[in-house]
């Protein structure tokens, strides 16, 4: 089978040249694919075999262009088999990738085209099957061959930076040729097919400041000692274009963000030289003052820097720290201010970076002074005590107003303003002293007792006259100093025992005693006898010249039959001046004892019960007697709580009640609905009513029949005889009720005299059932009064004064 292409005719040639020896039994190259014999159609239409002569050279490759353009379909090459004699009995069938698809081959002559573009990056290459066939049986008549088509490249893809855009840092201030970062791109083009794929660098835009290499793509600084506080970013395009950078090459660009980082290359610098600051005089130890800051042009721990204070006219009295988040140096007091003393101070303040650059020290020095002033302002203070802390005795046998010692405060300021001086009650709370408020002297105010308080401890006010927001404060300590006013007496309550069979001189008890007191020498006390005891022929006592004393039995033969306890009074007397002295009992019980001396049984022999009366029957008669009294007192409760009034009688006084009635009335017309008996008439005094507690009621001055004339009669007393006789007749009756409180009390009586033409129309002397005033002067009133006329004027009854 022969293989023939038109773009690589220069090829053929020279292969030609060189294979001079070939057989040619048809017109082109012949190469054979087998060296088996091939059968050979006769006439008359039969096969007959032959044999296949070998070849000497084998083609089988052939060349495309990628992206190719044209209309009509690219020829590839040709095959052709010896086989074939141009009668179009072989047929040439393609086969493997691409056939059909994208190469055709015209099955009488064996040309083959490319009907689709190709491109070398999708697929570089098409690997072939090429067969020739009897057109009539389909019975190859050659061994199936394969061959390659190979894209040829061309440059049709431009150089891509695939890590792009970058980013990059460099330190400020670096030399000439440091290296910032390297770029890369890529090219799809072929590279081992001319220079397609070679790119070269080169840099469009960051000239003078950056430079790259065309071969590596490394990026340099051009240019030394940037200034990142002039500028602190740069961009960059860099180009890399392949074709080795030669015209008619593609190109592709990239940026390149370069970034200069800090470096401390910027000492501190005060912008204001020198600082002024006020502050007043009252201003708290501890506070801030003021604050100042250097200006440091570089960033993060190259701007840190510290303070101090180099020089001051006022040691000791400010001190500086550096404020970590805005790097300030605050000024802080140490020491009270006083305007009076000094109000102006001067200080020297140097701030030095804590981060310094040894390679950068010629741009130094790294630190920067400044003057500080600081004006003190005058305030209006608070008095001050000469001494805040005053110490003073006083005895406690001091009378009142004893002076015990004076406190003194003047005004610091220049007004010397005059002192009053007052105690903290809240420290005095028993008000035992009082202070002069002119003179500051301190006195008793009442009695002293050291016993009781030791120490006071009072705080002293000092206001100032002209502005009384000014107080200043002082403390006095006041120590009681003891004197002998309490007498011994026992340490503790003594518990003695003595056995029935003890012996004369046995010692029962050791005693001592305490004081309240507390004498400069320590306490001596002296126990005796008192007088009563003093001849006893039970006891002895004993003074043992230690501040105890023991107490002995002077006889055997005690039995508590007889005596089980014994009362021995004992007389202790201090050493104090004046001596005082306490007598004190001493109960001694008689016990029961062992051989061993320890008591079993103490104090009186204990009755026997009677016979046959156990002990549980007797606990049983003591809790029905406690259930009887309890039961008794509940009803006597009970019996007290629901008592009877005291007053007899069905009516009740409602002068000082308040009457609650649950019903609505009718109106002025409605006489019904209410009971008119609770209402009384004042000027008449009802009939004294039988008490259950206390005697017939007391007669008054008068007496006030019922009668129409004895009214009358009444009418025509004075009212003060009246008034006077009805408050002795409240009084009387208020006397005679045990129910009526102990104490004073106030009651208003609602009585209004006769003087008036009207008389009294007070709800008290409103009409009852039982009434038998006559109302027939209300009709000569005038028609205002019609209406009661109406209702008043027909009726008729009795009743009584009250």
């Given at each position: 089978?022969?293989?023939?292409?038109?773009?690589?005719?220069?090829?053929?040639?020279v292969?030609?040249?060189?294979?001079p020896?070939?057989?040619?039994s048809?017109?082109?190259?012949?190469?054979?694919?087998?060296?088996?014999?091939?059968?050979?159609?006769?006439?008359?239409?039969?096969?007959?075999?032959?044999?296949?002569?070998?070849?000497n050279?084998?083609?089988?490759?052939?060349?495309?262009?990628?992206?190719?353009?044209?209309?009509?379909p690219?020829y590839?090459?040709?095959?052709?088999?010896?086989?074939?004699?141009?009668?179009?009995?072989v047929?040439?069938?393609?086969?493997?990738?691409?056939a059909?698809?994208?190469?055709?081959i015209?099955?009488n002559?064996?040309?083959?085209?490319?009907?689709?573009?190709l491109?070398?990056?999708?697929?570089?290459?098409?690997?072939?099957?090429a067969?020739?066939?009897?057109?009539?049986?389909?019975?190859?008549?050659?061994?199936?061959?394969?061959?390659?088509v190979?894209?040829?490249?061309?440059?049709?893809n431009?150089p891509?930076?695939?890590?792009?855009?970058?980013?990059?840092?460099?330190?400020?201030?670096s030399p000439l040729?440091?290296?910032?970062?390297?770029?890369?791109a890529t090219?799809?083009?072929d590279?081992?097919?001319?220079h397609?794929?070679?790119?070269?660098?080169?840099?469009?835009?960051?000239?003078?400041?950056f430079?790259?290499?065309?071969k590596?793509?490394?990026?340099?600084?051009?240019l030394?000692?940037?200034?990142r506080e002039?500028?602190?970013q740069y961009?960059l395009?860099?180009?890399?274009?392949?074709?080795?950078?030669?015209?008619?090459g593609l190109?592709?660009?990239?940026?390149?963000?370069?970034?200069?980082?800090?470096?401390?290359?910027?000492?501190p610098?005060?912008?204001?030289?020198?600082?002024?600051?006020?502050?007043n005089?009252?201003l708290?130890?501890?506070?801030?003052?003021?604050r100042?800051k250097?200006?440091?042009?570089?960033?993060g721990p190259n701007?840190?820097?510290?303070?101090?204070?180099?020089?001051?006219?006022?040691?000791?009295?400010?001190?500086?720290?550096?404020?970590?988040?805005?790097?300030?140096?605050v000024?802080?007091l140490?020491?009270?201010?006083?305007?009076?003393?000094?109000?102006?101070?001067?200080l020297?303040?140097?701030?030095?970076?804590?981060?310094?650059d040894?390679?950068f020290?010629?741009?130094?020095?790294f630190?920067?002074?400044?003057?500080?002033?600081?004006?003190?302002?005058?305030?209006?203070e608070?008095p001050?005590?000469?001494?805040?802390?005053?110490?003073?005795v006083v005895?406690e046998?001091?009378?009142?107003?004893?002076?015990?010692?004076?406190?003194l405060?003047?005004?610091?300021?220049s007004?010397?303003?005059?002192?009053?001086?007052?105690?903290?009650?809240n420290?005095?709370?028993?008000?035992?002293?009082?202070?002069?408020?002119?003179?500051?002297v301190?006195?008793?105010?009442k009695a002293?007792?050291?016993e009781v308080?030791?120490?006071?401890?009072?705080?002293?006010?000092?206001?100032e006259?002209?502005?009384?927001s000014?107080?200043?404060?002082?403390?006095?300590?006041?120590t009681?100093?003891?004197?002998n006013?309490?007498?011994?007496?026992?340490?503790?309550?003594?518990?003695t025992?003595?056995c029935?069979?003890?012996?004369?001189?046995?010692?029962?008890?050791?005693?001592?005693?305490?004081?309240?007191?507390?004498?400069?020498?320590?306490?001596?006390?002296?126990f005796s006898l008192?007088?009563?005891?003093?001849?006893?022929?039970?006891?002895?006592?004993?003074?043992?010249?230690?501040?105890?004393?023991s107490?002995?039995?002077?006889?055997?033969?005690?039995?508590?039959r007889?005596?089980?306890?014994y009362q021995?009074?004992v007389?202790?007397?201090?050493?104090?001046?004046?001596?005082?002295s306490?007598?004190n009992?001493?109960?001694?019980r008689?016990?029961?004892c062992?051989?061993?001396?320890v008591?079993?049984?103490?104090?009186?022999?204990?009755?026997?019960?009677?016979a046959?009366l156990s002990?549980g029957?007797l606990v049983?008669?003591l809790a029905?007697?406690?259930?009887?009294?309890?039961?008794?007192?509940l009803?006597?409760?009970?019996?007290?709580r629901?008592k009877?009034?005291?007053?007899?009688?069905?009516?009740?006084?409602?002068?000082?009640n308040i009457?609650r009635?649950?019903?609505?009335g009718?109106?002025?017309?409605d006489?019904?609905?209410?009971?008119?008996?609770a209402?009384?008439n004042?000027?008449?005094?009802r009939?004294?009513?039988v008490?259950?507690d206390v005697?017939?009621e007391?007669?008054?001055?008068?007496?006030?029949?019922?009668?129409?004339?004895?009214r009358?009669?009444y009418?025509?007393l004075?009212?003060n005889?009246l008034?006077?006789?009805?408050?002795?007749?409240?009084?009387?009756?208020?006397?005679?009720d045990?129910?009526?409180?102990?104490?004073?009390?106030?009651?208003?009586?609602?009585?209004?005299?006769?003087?008036?033409?009207?008389?009294?129309?007070?709800?008290l002397?409103s009409?009852?059932?039982?009434?038998?005033q006559?109302y027939d002067?209300?009709?000569?009133?005038?028609?205002?009064?019609?209406?009661?006329?109406?209702l008043?004027?027909?009726?008729e009854?009795?009743?009584?004064?009250?």
């Amino acid at each position: 089978m022969f293989f023939r292409g038109t773009l690589m005719c220069s090829i053929i040639y020279v292969a030609v040249l060189l294979l001079p020896l070939v057989d040619l039994s048809f017109w082109g190259w012949s190469s054979s694919v087998s060296a088996t014999p091939q059968p050979r159609k006769v006439p008359g239409g039969s096969w007959e075999a032959l044999q296949r002569q070998k070849r000497n050279w084998v083609w089988n490759q052939f060349f495309v262009l990628e992206e190719y353009t044209g209309t009509d379909p690219l020829y590839v090459g040709k095959l052709h088999s010896d086989v074939d004699k141009g009668d179009g009995n072989v047929k040439y069938v393609l086969m493997g990738e691409g056939a059909s698809s994208i190469f055709t081959i015209d099955e009488n002559t064996g040309d083959i085209h490319a009907t689709k573009r190709l491109d070398r990056e999708e697929q570089g290459y098409y690997t072939l099957r090429a067969q020739a066939v009897d057109r009539e049986t389909n019975i190859p008549v050659e061994d199936e061959s394969e061959f390659i088509v190979k894209v040829q490249d061309i440059n049709d893809n431009e150089p891509k930076f695939p890590d792009g855009p970058y980013t990059a840092a460099v330190p400020e201030m670096s030399p000439l040729g440091t290296m910032v970062v390297q770029v890369a791109a890529t090219d799809a083009d072929d590279p081992t097919y001319g220079h397609s794929a070679r790119v070269v660098y080169s840099i469009i835009h960051g000239q003078p400041y950056f430079s790259v290499e065309p071969k590596t793509g490394i990026i340099r600084t051009a240019l030394p000692n940037m200034d990142r506080e002039r500028r602190d970013q740069y961009v960059l395009v860099i180009q890399a274009k392949d074709m080795m950078g030669q015209m008619g090459g593609l190109s592709g660009t990239t940026s390149v963000t370069v970034m200069l980082t800090d470096v401390n290359d910027n000492p501190p610098r005060f912008p204001h030289k020198p600082y002024q600051c006020s502050v007043n005089e009252s201003l708290v130890v501890a506070s801030e003052v003021t604050r100042l800051k250097a200006e440091d042009a570089d960033l993060g721990p190259n701007a840190e820097m510290d303070y101090h204070i180099v020089d001051s006219d006022g040691p000791g009295m400010f001190s500086i720290i550096t404020d970590e988040e805005t790097q300030e140096g605050v000024i802080i007091l140490q020491k009270p201010l006083d305007y009076e003393t000094k109000n102006t101070f001067s200080l020297r303040v140097e701030a030095t970076n804590r981060n310094i650059d040894p390679q950068f020290l010629t741009f130094g020095p790294f630190s920067d002074t400044v003057a500080v002033k600081v004006n003190v302002k005058d305030v209006n203070e608070p008095p001050v005590f000469t001494t805040p802390l005053s110490k003073m005795v006083v005895s406690e046998a001091a009378r009142v107003n004893t002076t015990i010692g004076t406190v003194l405060a003047r005004d610091p300021d220049s007004a010397n303003s005059s002192i009053r001086y007052s105690i903290d009650r809240n420290t005095d709370l028993e008000r035992y002293f009082n202070v002069d408020s002119l003179l500051g002297v301190i006195t008793t105010a009442k009695a002293l007792d050291r016993e009781v308080n030791s120490v006071h401890n009072i705080t002293i006010f000092a206001i100032e006259s002209q502005d009384p927001s000014q107080v200043g404060r002082g403390t006095a300590v006041i120590t009681v100093m003891d004197i002998n006013d309490n007498a011994p007496v026992f340490a503790i309550e003594y518990e003695t025992l003595v056995c029935e069979n003890a012996s004369p001189g046995q010692v029962i008890q050791t005693i001592s005693a305490v004081d309240k007191d507390e004498p400069p020498g320590g306490h001596r006390f002296f126990f005796s006898l008192a007088s009563p005891a003093t001849s006893n022929h039970n006891f002895t006592l004993r003074d043992n010249k230690d501040n105890t004393a023991s107490v002995l039995t002077s006889r055997d033969g005690f039995q508590r039959r007889e005596q089980a306890l014994y009362q021995l009074p004992v007389l202790i007397t201090d050493s104090g001046s004046p001596t005082l002295s306490s007598t004190n009992t001493l109960l001694v019980r008689v016990c029961d004892c062992d051989v061993e001396g320890v008591p079993q049984a103490c104090g009186a022999v204990a009755h026997t019960l009677p016979a046959g009366l156990s002990t549980g029957a007797l606990v049983a008669i003591l809790a029905c007697i406690f259930t009887l009294l309890v039961f008794v007192l509940l009803i006597v409760m009970m019996r007290h709580r629901r008592k009877e009034p005291l007053i007899l009688e069905d009516e009740r006084d409602v002068r000082e009640n308040i009457v609650r009635y649950d019903d609505e009335g009718g109106g002025e017309e409605d006489t019904e609905a209410f009971d008119m008996v609770a209402l009384r008439n004042l000027n008449i005094m009802r009939d004294p009513k039988v008490r259950r507690d206390v005697t017939p009621e007391t007669p008054t001055f008068f007496s006030y029949p019922p009668s129409t004339a004895s009214r009358l009669a009444y009418k025509m007393l004075p009212d003060n005889v009246l008034f006077r006789e009805f408050i002795w007749d409240r009084l009387k009756e208020a006397d005679a009720d045990p129910s009526a409180p102990p104490y004073d009390s106030l009651q208003t009586y609602a009585f209004e005299g006769s003087g008036s033409v009207a008389e009294s129309l007070s709800s008290l002397e409103s009409l009852s059932s039982d009434s038998e005033q006559s109302y027939d002067y209300l009709s000569n009133w005038g028609p205002r009064f019609k209406k009661l006329a109406d209702l008043y004027g027909t009726m008729e009854g009795s009743g009584f004064f009250s």
